[in-house]
């Protein structure tokens, strides 16, 4: 089992920062993809950003050029650094980590983007 704790979420005006960190714990698969999803009020769950446990990424087309993500495999803890950050971006975020017959959720961290 795999227990994720998640923090750094909060409130910031448009164009400001934030970086997430989730730190993860348990029976970790050595190779495993790590992410970040996100869900605004009324919308479906979307991926955000994901690295592998090699090191590449994936981020969905509007994040791009705005967020990183980055993940210290010695620590199990992946990053998502969040910069000029728009209202759009308004969620709870989630950690999510999945290997070989695995796939674990953090409880979520809220992110607000004011105008």
């Known amino acids: 089992q795999v227990q994720l704790v998640e923090s750094g979420g909060g409130l910031v005006q448009a164009g400001g920062s934030l970086r997430l960190s989730c730190a993860a714990s348990?029976?970790?698969?050595?190779?495993?993809?790590m992410g970040w999803y996100r869900q605004a009020p009324g919308k479906q769950r979307e991926l955000v950003a994901e690295i592998t446990s090699g090191g590449s990424t994936n981020y969905v087309d509007s994040v791009k050029g705005r967020f990183a993500i980055s993940r210290d495999n010695a620590k199990n803890t992946v990053y998502l650094q969040m910069n000029s950050l728009k209202p759009e971006d308004t969620a709870v975020y989630y950690c999510?980590?999945?290997?070989?017959?695995?796939?674990?959720w953090g409880q979520g961290t809220q992110v607000t983007v004011s105008s």
């Open positions: 999510n980590v999945r290997g070989l017959l695995q796939n674990s």
């Open positions: 348990g029976s970790i698969r050595r190779l495993n993809v």
